[in-house]
């Protein structure tokens, strides 16, 4: 299938879900990273015996925590699947896909979901990689361990089509597994270009961190089997648990934090995939609870997978970020579907699958706490004026916070105004030379914004 073909499919997809204009949007966040841990219960991860002090005190101090923050199945990748697509569980990615077959028949409901069994999805079945590279954004998947083998790159890495996933378990030299990396179960992705370019080894962040230009608008960055926490002890001799998932964390995390493009309206997310579903395991146990009126889908009958339950358990997550007030708590129920329909709401995207849920709760103000990053928008005002003649010239400035629009100190040619209750503001003024005259958009505790005015003759 042609590319252009391709995309206009996905397009005729999305009206399969939400695909309504997105919903007010937070602060302008322009790069949002994602961090997946592996198969941990709430309590164990952050209650008082956490070995994981990092992630469960250092982390929060400096942005957000989320308490109340659940998976949405059992085992791992139908929540990797949820996280980029919305698309519910089905019995075999609830299995993690041992073998990486098709899914099919993949017939669309009108919830934004498609019917049928297996791991790799149809063309026409749209996720985040998807929506970005229609909108012109970047996007990157960071897979730890993924050039294992032989080291050389091997971007886009997964089985054949039917054939066994020879991933699922570690190798002393190689601990990718492809069930933790989500684009490589679509064929939008997998039978274009863009998979080779943008699914990658994550040795290519710390580069593309450099500078804000090459750091992507979405990256989802996976460490390996060992330093995600799944494996405990790991085949190569190393602990595993959660105690070697925070100290990659204490290694990697610095990194994007220290960034131009996290430190430009940047967002960060670490999370983790399930809760525990492994009897006597530490934090209580198996935990198959959900959030959020999760509905369990057309294909599996219970989201727990293994055990019992509507969905993958207490999670917790946490959040960091310029627009993030540090030691912000948030106990509002989220889910993985509430992080994509929060994240297409950020870069102004449709809700794929669940993700358009009729009343399923976004990241907003209870999260993004720190009100500079609301931005002014100076949505109307004058192209250009004759010189020399008395004007009189209308502005209006809009913003996601209601804040940032009334009072908004207006300055233009020498004069200044401020903004009404409705953002609107008027300055009436002779222009005297035919030049460039700036309009600035101004006020305490707001991101400015500024506009050119070309007076002529």
Request: charged share 20%.
């Amino acid at each position: 299938m042609r590319r252009a073909a391709l995309l206009a499919g996905l397009a005729l997809a999305l009206l399969g879900g939400d695909s309504s204009s997105a919903s007010a949007a937070p602060p302008g966040i322009k790069h949002v990273f994602i961090i997946v841990l592996e198969n941990e219960n709430f309590e164990a991860s952050f209650g008082p015996q956490s070995p994981a002090t990092y992630l469960s005190q250092e982390l929060p101090a400096q942005g957000a925590f989320l308490p109340n923050y659940y998976a949405i199945g059992h085992l791992s990748l139908d929540n990797y699947i949820a996280m980029v697509s919305g698309q519910a569980p089905n019995v075999e990615t609830q299995s993690d896909c041992q073998f990486f077959t098709n899914f099919s028949p993949g017939t669309p409901t009108s919830d934004g979901q498609y019917v049928g069994q297996g791991c790799v999805y149809p063309p026409g079945v749209a996720n985040i990689a998807n929506q970005l590279e229609g909108a012109g954004l970047t996007w990157k998947g960071y897979m730890e361990d993924m050039n294992a083998p032989t080291g050389q790159e091997q971007p886009c890495r997964h089985p054949a089509i039917g054939a066994q996933d020879n991933t699922q378990t570690a190798e002393p030299n190689d601990m990718y597994a492809a069930r933790h990396n989500p684009f490589v179960y679509f064929h939008s992705i997998i039978d274009f270009p863009t998979c080779v370019q943008n699914d990658v080894d994550l040795s290519h962040l710390a580069a593309d961190l450099q500078s804000e230009s090459t750091t992507p608008s979405y990256s989802f960055i996976v460490p390996n089997l060992c330093n995600d926490g799944h494996d405990e002890p790991c085949v190569n001799g190393q602990p595993g648990g959660l105690a070697q998932a925070d100290g990659w964390l204490r290694d990697h995390v610095p990194q994007i934090l220290h960034s131009p493009g996290y430190k430009d309206h940047g967002l960060l997310i670490v999370t983790f995939d399930e809760a525990e579903a492994v009897p006597g395991a530490p934090g209580g146990g198996p935990d198959a609870s959900a959030c959020c009126n999760e509905q369990p889908g057309p294909n599996t009958a219970n989201p727990g997978g293994l055990i019992q339950g509507p969905g993958g358990g207490k999670i917790g997550t946490v959040m960091l970020s310029p627009c993030i007030k540090p030691g912000t708590v948030d106990e509002t129920p989220y889910n993985h579907y509430s992080m994509l329909r929060s994240i297409e709401d950020l870069f102004g995207l449709s809700h794929l699958g669940y993700a358009g849920q009729q009343g399923l709760e976004v990241f907003d103000d209870d999260v993004f706490t720190h009100v500079p990053c609301v931005a002014i928008d100076l949505q109307r005002k004058p192209r250009k004026a004759e010189v020399g003649e008395r004007t009189r010239f209308r502005f209006h400035v809009g913003s996601d916070g209601a804040d940032c629009i009334r009072g908004v100190e207006i300055r233009f040619a020498g004069k200044r105004t401020f903004t009404n209750e409705d953002g609107n503001a008027k300055i009436r003024t002779t222009l005297k030379a035919p030049r460039r005259y700036r309009v600035r958009a101004t006020k305490g505790g707001c991101e400015p914004d500024s506009a050119k005015v070309r007076g002529k003759r």
